[in-house]
Every structure is written in C-alpha cells, then in structure tokens.
C-alpha cells in the first residue's frame, strides 16, 4: 500500500460474533502500526489507490471485503506528528455479495473508463467496482458454481480479470463485453481441454504474472499451476497448463508476483510461505506461522532493487519473511 506500507485484514471470534481489523504498519521492519476496529470479519483486501495515483495528496485508499458481503472502503495516512499510520473509515456498500466477499483485487493503473477493483463472493459472483463512488459498475452472476475465491486484474489491461472459484475452474472475463449489474457473461478464457490435472480440487487463488502472459492458480491439492493464455481456440480461449509445482503439503490460500521479476509468492494451510523462482521453479520455503495457517502473501515495492516479503497468518501476525 503506497510501498512504505503494508497492510492487511484480521478476523476474530469473540463469544457468538465474528469481529475484525484493518491493520497497517510500516514495510521497514513492521513497525508503527496502526489499526482500525471493523463490525465483521475481514476476508479480504487491496489497495485501490497510492499518493501517486489518487486526487489526495497522502491517503492510502483500502477496499476490503468482510463477511457480512459488504465491501467497505479506507483511507489510511501519516500522523503528522508521530508519523504512524491512521486508519479511517471512507464508505461502505452494504449486501454487496450474498454471503461473505471472499477476494477483492484493485486494478494496476485504473482509468476513468475502467473499473477500480474487482470483488469476488460466497455467492458465486464477480463484482466490477467504481471506487470514486463505491458503486457497482459490473455484476457478473454465477460466474463460478459456488464461491469465488480468488480474482485478479490484469496488470496492463484493466479491463481483464481472472477468477477462481470452489468448482475449480479458472476463467478470465472482459469487462467491455460485459454489460450493467444483471449479466451473466461469458467467459473470454477458461481451463479447459485435455491438460486439466485432475484431483486438485477447489482453486483458491490466482494471479497474472507481470507480463500478463500467464496465470498462476493455487489449489486445494496444495499444487500451483501456471496456465498459458497465449493459446487460442474456437470459443472461449483454452488456458493450456504450462506447469505445475508441488509447493505445499495442504492448500494454497494466497499467491503474489514480485513486482521486479519472476518469482511467485505463496503461502497455504500447512502454514509455509514459499518462493517459487526460475523458469523451471526452485522452491525456497519458510514457516513463519509455527503450525498456523499462513493466508496471505505480498511482496513490497523493491528498494535498491529488492522487494521484500511479508507474510500473514492465522497466529494473528504480519511478518517479514527472508527466503
């Protein structure tokens, strides 16, 4: 977020009622941190806008999605005076999905004809998001047969974006061919063909890789699959599976490029974090949690050349990870 800062959602059980955090800190070490207190668990987040891209001067603006299918905005500043992080509350979009928002991804350089982020529900539909408004340009219904759990936009064309979802499949959807919040669209892309693997089970995340040549897909089986989207077909377009790594014990819940080169991120219920490099892949791995779940993963943007690592995890903690 803003590249000097990190940050991400929190969930907790307290007595009957799920509640959570907004959570940012500082990318040098983790510290100052600040947090802010939400009414319902966070499932997901993304930084929508940076100093650099948005009309405020300072502000950080955070989307997140909880479980309660609201998709809340945040700004998040500087104190003047102590320099810590102040996370602030901008808006919500109450029954934004029916059920939790289980992914939320912000477009890599968003335009005025485009939408800002993209949202993915329990309820098995792709929301397409104006944040200047917080309104809902897109409604992709049924876009996966139960939840969609991951999304990611495309990092040069923004009007991309890629979803996975509990049936396993991975597909790839054109906003401009896609029309008002009643649609229910058909895919450009999707996985399909005689290379499906089979026994991977759900597909819980997906990301472009920089080029935006291929797609990462992590599934239950605890496999990364990297699907090529150069191919084509009659129809929707094949996504024909490139590769696939091993990299966990149990699922995979979060992957992340790094900015600056080819070296995938990933973290799973087995509670590793691994880094996945090379065109045949070396895995380096690392488990920062203990015997946690790790359940998200990010790099920051790379100074004097280098990205670092964080990851987070179900023993509540943001960590630096040096693999």
């Known amino acids: 977020a803003g590249g000097s800062l990190v940050a991400c959602g929190a969930s907790g059980f307290n007595g009957r009622l799920w509640s959570g955090a907004i959570v940012v800190a500082g990318a040098d070490g983790l510290g100052l941190t600040g947090s802010a207190p939400t009414r319902a668990g966070i499932c997901a987040l993304a930084c929508v806008s940076s100093p650099a891209s948005s009309s ?34 901008v808006g919500d979009a109450k029954g934004a999905h029916d059920g939790a928002v289980t992914s939320v991804s912000a477009s890599p350089a968003p335009r005025p004809d485009a939408f800002a982020f993209a949202t993915g529900g329990a309820d098995g539909h792709l929301g397409l998001w104006d944040a200047s408004a917080l309104r809902r340009i897109v409604c992709v219904q049924h876009a996966h047969v139960g939840a969609v759990h991951g999304t990611a936009v495309h990092p040069t064309d923004g009007n991309l974006v890629a979803t996975a979802g509990e049936d396993g499949a991975v597909r790839v959807w054109d906003a401009r061919a896609m029309g008002g919040c009643s649609s229910s669209g058909t895919a450009q892309m999707q996985r399909s063909g005689d290379d499906i693997r089979r ?15 291929s797609i990462a897909v992590g599934y239950e089986s605890g496999e990364v699959c990297f699907l090529d989207v150069r191919s084509s077909s009659t129809g929707p377009r094949g996504l024909d599976t490139r590769g696939v790594v091993k990299a966990h014990s149990d699922a995979v819940r979060a992957l992340a490029w790094d900015p600056e080169s080819l070296r995938l991120a990933s973290c799973g219920d087995d509670g590793v974090t691994a880094c996945h490099s090379g065109e045949v892949p070396v895995t380096t791995s690392a488990s920062v949690h203990g015997e946690n779940y790790a359940r998200c993963v990010m790099w920051s943007s790379p100074r004097e050349g280098v990205a670092q690592l964080y990851s987070g995890g179900w023993d509540g903690a943001l960590r630096v990870v040096a693999i």
Not at 62 to 80: I, R
Request: net charge negative; hydrophobic share 45%.
């Open 56 to 89: 405020s001067s300072s502000a950080v603006i955070l989307a997140s999605g909880n479980d309660a299918g609201a998709v809340e905005l945040w700004s998040c500043v500087a104190d003047g005076a102590s320099g810590r992080p102040e996370v602030r509350h």
């Open 199 to 213: 026994n991977m089970g759900r597909a819980f995340a997906v990301e472009w890789c920089r080029e935006g040549a």
